[in-house]
């Protein structure tokens, strides 16, 4: 209940000589109480004065601020919601994506696929012909089997002790005449060589030591595909190296008859 009236009014109280504390005691000790709880109160009046406003403020901002963490809190939720359902979208964009990358992956394999199809049926639209007539020429092979057969068993069998020019004799003129004569089908430009062996045991034979000419090869199928053991007149000893080399890692033993028959007769 003090203000600032009362405390005007008390004022000149406190300005007097005697209006202290130990004048107060030496009248009485309930007067100095009193004398010192209107000084209190005074100072605390002016105290107060200032810490009024300051409190109402402190109330007042209080208030705003209940109210503004009420906001943030409200919105903090809604935030939080929003952000939940952010998230939901984030995943379901994520995998959209990822979606996407794998088809656009699956679509350029698969470009790529059609365009190596693409390619590779163009490159082989060309071959069509020639697979047409090599099939057309697999048939007739087919059926001029028997004859080519024979004149390569024939060629086998037979042929061994002779030179080219006997050996072409037997074939084109003696044995052709013969499979013509019985309707037999061959191949008129049948080659004995490209029939009974491939062209890599060829040039084996040729780093073996084998000559490379017609002769020498023909020499050569008969050595390792005839059923009978060959006899090689070799006067220039290549057949003679030849199956040294060729029969090297089979442990290939080779005696010398005339050395036997000097020893025994001497």
Not at 181 to 208: C, G, R, Y
Not at 239 to 248: F, S
Request: charged residues 25%; aromatic residues 8%; hydrophobic residues 40%.
């Amino acid at each position: 209940t003090i203000n600032d009236e009362t405390v005007e009014l008390v004022q000149p109280y406190f300005e007097m000589e005697d209006y202290t504390l130990q004048h107060g005691k030496k009248v009485c000790g309930n007067v100095a109480g009193l004398l010192s709880w209107t000084q209190a109160m005074v100072v605390f009046y002016g105290v107060n004065r200032e810490v009024l406003p300051l409190k109402a403020n402190l109330a007042k901002q209080e208030g705003r601020l209940k109210i503004a963490n009420a906001e943030k809190d409200k919105a903090q939720a809604e935030l939080d919601e929003k952000q939940a359902e952010l998230d939901k979208v984030q995943a379901k964009f994520d995998a959209a994506m990822k979606e996407k990358m794998d088809l656009e992956n699956d679509a350029e394999t698969c470009k790529r696929k059609m365009q190596a199809a693409s390619a590779l049926i163009d490159g082989l639209s060309g071959e069509k012909v020639r697979w047409t007539q090599q099939s057309k020429e697999f048939k007739s092979q087919i059926k001029r089997l028997v004859g080519d057969i024979l004149l390569c068993t024939g060629f086998l069998s037979y042929c061994g002790p002779f030179n080219q020019d006997f050996r072409n004799l037997l074939i084109k003129d003696l044995w052709e005449a013969e499979l013509r004569a019985h309707k037999i089908p061959f191949s008129d430009d049948l080659n004995l060589i490209s029939m009974l062996v491939d062209q890599p045991t060829i040039s084996e034979w040729n780093l073996q030591g084998l000559p490379g000419d017609h002769l020498s090869i023909q020499n050569g199928i008969i050595v390792t595909k005839a059923s009978r053991y060959p006899l090689l007149v070799d006067p220039q000893t290549q057949g003679k190296a030849w199956v040294k080399n060729k029969e090297q890692e089979n442990e290939l033993q080779v005696k010398s008859v005339l050395k036997e028959w000097s020893a025994l007769y001497s």
